[in-house]
């Protein structure tokens, strides 16, 4: 059974920083991609960061230069260490991990909330 365990969210103010967690059990060996989408209250879920196997990276644009993924292969933990936080990256954060090529999967954490006070 695949489980995805979330941690690391909570209240901050506004520049100050978290860095959350996300810890994959049950996953077949192998590539894959692990990441972080956010949804706000009122807003569709949007990417936030994502990291594949070989540690390339992508960022959405408003956290580019703010926060860093980062993965260990070995744990199937992928990290997300977010500064200089804002009130806009108030949001539920949720980890995914996914694999394109056969044997296929998707699957989500079940959410972690980041409140940015200004």
């Known amino acids: 059974q695949v489980q995805l365990v979330e941690s690391g969210g909570g209240l901050v103010q506004a520049g100050g920083s978290l860095r959350l967690s996300c810890a994959a059990s049950?996953?077949?060996?192998?590539?894959?991609?692990m990441g972080w989408h956010r949804q706000a209250p009122g807003k569709q879920r949007e990417l936030v960061a994502a990291?594949?196997?070989?540690?390339?990276?992508d960022y959405a644009d408003s956290v580019k230069g703010r926060f860093t993924i980062s993965r260990d292969n070995a744990k199937n933990t992928v990290y997300l260490q977010m500064n200089s936080l804002k009130p806009e990256d108030t949001a539920v954060y949720y980890c995914?991990?996914?694999?394109?090529?056969?044997?296929?999967?998707?699957?989500w954490g079940q959410g972690t909330q980041v409140t940015v006070s200004s």
């Open positions: 995914n991990v996914h694999r394109a090529t056969m044997p296929s999967y998707y699957y």
């Open positions: 049950g996953i077949i060996s192998g590539f894959n991609v």
């Open positions: 990291i594949a196997s070989g540690g390339v990276a």
